[in-house]
């Protein structure tokens, strides 16, 4: 191996693996050794830097969700945890962005046990079309809900030049098939539609014998659709993208109408 290396570490200031390697006339096989090698020494140095590199702010952060852990712990007894102990029944497979600003608890007040949560860049099948199909075929859950957002930064991205992301944020921006130049509302919804496509595609047979419905919507923390604030807005079921005939649909009849008196029963799940 030619000159690998050199490690700076100067007291008081960060540490600064430094990789100079000359690699010209060096075989491939030969360089990806190398590359292993490197790879597991900066492995190990980092398992030796404890949290004296982290950010200042990684203390408070961890304090902070820790805290709220005992909470949940103090007000949620034992029957909270009863009826998922030895296994999982959820209602619905939900597919939705990792975009922070979308909560779980404006989908559900109580999501333990009662969602299969699938998290991507921009509410995608394509990218975790494994744990959607666990959802489907293996919870049996009725309902597959895909959820987009308002201001989604996958759909900015996705509508613009992304050449200069790294390779896996590409991959994943990559399958998202919307229009050049528009990051709004029409391709967030266009991609929902498409999601919902690709769900029917997949599992028409399902849909077909009433197994499973197939429901795309828009979560508006903005309200730019103009329904109110923090709504989750229906734009597709099982296809169907005109909203007076989603309105007529049995599915929808009440969806909006308050509840009398608290929170209603769940509806049970038979599998």
């Known amino acids: 191996m030619k000159r690998l290396a050199a490690w ?4 008081g200031m960060l540490a600064a693996p430094v990789f100079a390697a000359d690699l010209s006339g060096v075989n491939d096989a030969d360089k990806e050794r190398i590359r292993g090698i490197v790879k597991e020494v900066l492995r ?5 830097l404890g949290d004296r590199q982290a950010n200042p702010a990684t203390k408070d952060i ?11 712990m103090r007000t949620h007894g034992p029957e909270h945890f009863a009826h998922f102990l030895d296994g999982q029944h959820p209602r619905a497979t939900v597919i939705t962005c990792s975009d922070s600003r979308v909560h779980t608890q404006a989908l559900d007040a ?6 299969f949560m ?15 199909e666990y959802g489907v075929h293996h919870l049996h859950t009725p309902l597959l809900l895909i959820v987009g957002h308002s201001a989604c930064g996958a759909i ?19 399958t998202i098939q919307i229009p050049k130049g528009d990051p709004g509302m029409n391709s967030i919804k266009l991609n929902v539609n498409n999601q919902v496509r690709r769900a029917m595609d997949k599992w028409e047979e399902e849909v077909i014998v009433g197994k499973l419905t197939v429901v795309g919507a828009v979560y508006d923390f903005r309200n730019d659709l103009k329904q109110g604030q923090g709504k ?5 079921v099982n296809g169907e ?7 007529a649909m049995d599915l929808m009849r009440d969806l909006d109408a308050p509840e009398a008196k608290g929170r209603k029963a769940r509806a049970p799940v038979h599998h």
Do not use: H
Request: charge should be negative; hydrophobic fraction near 40%; avoid cysteine.
């Open 232 to 236: 989750l807005v229906i734009v597709n």
């Open 156 to 174: 900015k991205a996705a509508s613009g030049d992304y050449a200069k992301e790294s390779g896996p944020i590409r991959n994943e921006l990559d």
């Open 8 to 11: 700076f570490f100067a007291a």
């Open 241 to 247: 993208t005109d909203p007076a005939k989603i309105a």
């Open 110 to 115: 109580t999501p333990d046990g009662d969602l």
């Open 44 to 48: 190990e140095y980092a398992a030796t």
């Open 62 to 72: 961890l304090r902070n969700i820790v805290q709220d852990n005992r909470d949940f």
């Open 118 to 132: 699938i998290r991507n860049i921009g509410n995608q099948i394509a990218t975790a079309e494994g744990s959607v």
